[in-house]
């Protein structure tokens, strides 16, 4: 498996720690980058991996952008930070974009010596049970599970409670503040000439404008 042309070259085999940032990232915005940032300082991760998903199982008919862009704009919005890379695997992959394959595809990558922590949002860590293979999957690596502030922890807890019974690497919550900015409201901003400037990097906003996202 190879990241991007702009991953930093590395020994895999110093990596003890390792982020997967799993997300549609359209776009990919502030909440995302202080998630991953808080997450890497939080425990200790040498890298934070992010892997825009191909084709999402669970948006079926649901519109989203191109591969391409989405993959370009995390490339941009990660580029100034040394800890961070963005990987292809999800959209090199043909069909469905399931983690528990990607998941698979790091660890064969990185061997069994480094931990895999699996970062991504609370509405889509509460479906986890949905996922294929999702008992598999909690044994091949952590979650970190990020909310917004205000997020309902009812639901939540009952089924990370699930999770944490499955799973043998932990499952984690983190509440990130900048997650109350969010990719819906960013697209709806653009649709309705609304500014977004301050809610993700300036060079993300600049290609959404070229590539006329959104509109
Ligand atoms: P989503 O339904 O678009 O997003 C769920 C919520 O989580 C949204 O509020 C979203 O905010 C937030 N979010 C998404 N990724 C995040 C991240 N990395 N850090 C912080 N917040 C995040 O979910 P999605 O982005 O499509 O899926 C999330 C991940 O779960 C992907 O890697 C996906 O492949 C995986 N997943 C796998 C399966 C499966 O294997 N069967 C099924 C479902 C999801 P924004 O809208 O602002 O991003």
């Known amino acids: ?52 998903s191909g084709v999402p199982p669970h948006k079926h ?60 949002g609370a509405d889509a860590a509460v479906e986890i049970f949905t996922w294929k293979d999702a008992h598999e999957l909690l044994k091949m690596c ?15 807890e009952a089924e990370l409670g699930r999770a944490r019974a499955v799973s043998t690497h932990g499952v984690f919550v983190l509440e990130v503040p900048a997650l109350a900015i969010s990719s819906t409201d960013i697209r709806a901003r653009v649709k309705h000439g609304d500014p977004i400037r301050y809610l993700l990097p300036e060079s993300v906003e600049n290609y959404i404008r070229k590539a006329g996202l959104y509109l």
């Open 1 to 52: 498996m190879t990241h991007d042309a702009t991953s930093v070259k590395r020994d895999v085999g110093k990596i003890k720690r390792l982020g997967i940032m799993g997300g549609t990232f359209d776009p990919i915005h502030y909440g995302h980058l202080v998630t991953a940032e808080v997450a890497r300082v939080k425990f200790g991760l040498d890298v934070v991996v992010f892997v825009p």
């Open 142 to 156: 952590a979650f970190i599970v990020a909310t917004r502030p205000g997020y309902c922890t009812t639901r939540l």
């Open 61 to 120: 008919g649901v519109e989203i952008s191109p591969g391409r862009d989405r993959y370009m704009m995390t490339v941009l919005a990660t580029a100034t930070n040394p800890y961070f890379e963005v990987s292809r695997v999800e959209l090199d992959r043909p069909g469905p974009s399931y983690t528990v394959d990607t998941v698979r595809e790091f660890r064969t990558r990185y061997g069994p010596g480094t931990e895999l922590y699996f970062i991504t």
